[in-house]
């Protein structure tokens, strides 16, 4: 029997119910049965970035991020945009990864949700670091999926059926051989 393909779910939010968590929570809900979706927990236990701790031993955090990007089959993110561009913290995940060769080839895309005509800042600060890592961007599945707070359960997964369908499409694009 085959290992069920994993899609690694990185939130680029540090904000407890915030709309980036509720599109992640929501993918994972409606992933299929045949695909395993886990979301990284840590993003505020990552250290700052710094070139000269980029050695092994890596700082822990740091050493499970790479463990699990590696481990996936794909990566969906979701990140907020702030100032302009992606929230520090984000990008210091983000930072993280370039000295690592686990993301360089993988497949990985993005999920916009904020509103019409806002998160290009953040789009594209993610379309540059990822060059620099080597990700294989999956331009069909990176899409700007507006989220209306009033769809958000109480458990924080959407509800409107509109937007569970295109994560579902989502997924299964960015799953999609190439």
């Not at 070139?51 to 499970?64: F, G, K, Q, R, S």
């Not at 899409?143 to 997924?171: F, H, K, M, S, W």
Request: charged share 20%.
């Amino acid at each position: 029997m085959s290992t069920p393909p994993l899609i690694l779910l990185l939130s680029g939010s540090l904000r407890t119910g915030s709309s980036n968590e509720s599109v992640l929570r929501t993918a994972q809900a409606v992933a299929p049965a045949h695909v395993c979706t886990v979301r990284y927990p840590d993003l505020a236990a990552l250290p700052h970035f710094n070139p000269d701790d980029d050695t092994d031993p890596l700082p822990a955090p740091v050493a499970e991020l790479r463990a699990a990007i590696g481990a996936a089959d794909a990566v969906l993110i979701c990140a907020p945009e702030y100032a302009g561009t992606l929230p520090g913290s984000f990008k210091n995940l983000l930072d993280w990864t370039v000295g690592g060769t686990e993301i360089c080839d993988k497949p990985v895309a993005w999920v916009n949700a904020a509103a019409a005509g806002r998160g290009r800042g953040a789009e594209a600060t993610l379309r540059t670091v990822l060059g620099y890592t080597g990700a294989d961007i999956v331009e069909s599945a990176c899409v700007n999926l507006p989220v209306d707070r009033g769809t958000v359960g109480p458990d924080g997964v959407i509800t409107d059926e509109g937007v569970r369908e295109q994560l579902r499409a989502v997924l299964a694009r960015l799953l999609t051989p190439r």
